[in-house]
């Protein structure tokens, strides 16, 4: 901000030069107003039964007091002026007042329900450092997610995790062999068994000896004459699928 030192001896030169450039220092306030953005409730401005308290708002790059009313449609900018008589016994106006409140313009006008009450930047500073923790995850290779979408639309400052194509995620648990390593990989599509992995059984069948006790005549040979024996071969140990329901996604992982 321009600063103007107007406590010095000698007859300080108040002319309309200095006041201009108050004026110019005070627009600096307007500035600030874009911290909150554009239709803010810069302060006040709370709900009294049908009506609106006194307040400031930030309307298109202006800090304005607001003047308390009934609650309405529209907020509008009303601009009052002062005229004052030069010393040439001109009037001129000198001076003016702009405030906004409730009413109705059709050249500028404002809906009431646009206005928003942004948080007080303690609060904002808060959730963000909140947001830091929960976000402290997102280094590059620390997660993985599910996308769902082609790989041409993978967001900026992500990339596909091409260690994971083809592969489920399973948790570690120091207490299996097979999943006490982080990074550490296996299992398979298909699977084949093999004797050991079969459950145990038996196939059998009974013939008829050739021989003593035969009866030719009905063809029913005597219980005594029954013998076990092996069936023939079948099966070729075709690997099977041990695949789960699955649905096909890119994992990604956050580059920076």
Not at 56 to 73: D, H, P, Q, R, W
Not at 98 to 121: H, M, Q, V
């Amino acid at each position: 901000m321009n600063l103007t030192n107007f406590v010095q001896t000698g007859g300080f030169p108040v002319k309309a030069e200095r006041l201009q450039e108050l004026q110019t220092a005070f627009s600096v306030f307007n500035e600030l107003g874009f911290l909150a953005g554009n239709l803010t409730i810069l302060s006040g401005c709370n709900l009294l039964g049908t009506s609106i308290s006194d307040g400031y708002v930030f309307i298109n790059g202006e800090v304005l007091k607001f003047k308390a009313g009934f609650i309405s449609a529209d907020v509008i900018v009303i601009q009052n002026e002062s005229a004052k008589e030069f010393e040439n016994g001109e009037v001129k106006a000198v001076h003016y007042e702009r405030y906004a409140t409730f009413g109705t313009n059709l050249d500028a006008s404002w809906p009431w329900e646009s206005f928003k009450r942004p948080d007080p930047i303690t609060v904002l500073m808060a959730r963000i450092s909140l947001l830091e923790k929960k976000t402290a995850i997102f280094t590059q290779g620390g997660v993985a997610f599910p996308w769902r979408k082609p790989a041409n639309e993978i967001p900026a400052g992500f990339q596909e995790c091409n260690d994971l194509r083809g592969k489920t995620i399973v948790g570690y648990d120091e207490n299996q062999p097979e999943f006490n390593a982080i990074g550490k990989s296996g299992g398979a599509k298909n699977k084949t068994l093999s004797i050991a992995e079969m459950p145990a059984h038996s196939h059998t069948y009974q013939k008829a000896k050739i021989g003593r006790g035969y009866d030719f005549q009905d063809r029913t040979p005597p219980l005594s004459s029954l013998e076990t024996a092996d069936t023939s071969t079948v099966g070729s140990g075709q690997a099977f699928s041990i695949l789960n329901p699955y649905r096909v996604v890119l994992f990604i992982e956050f580059i920076g």
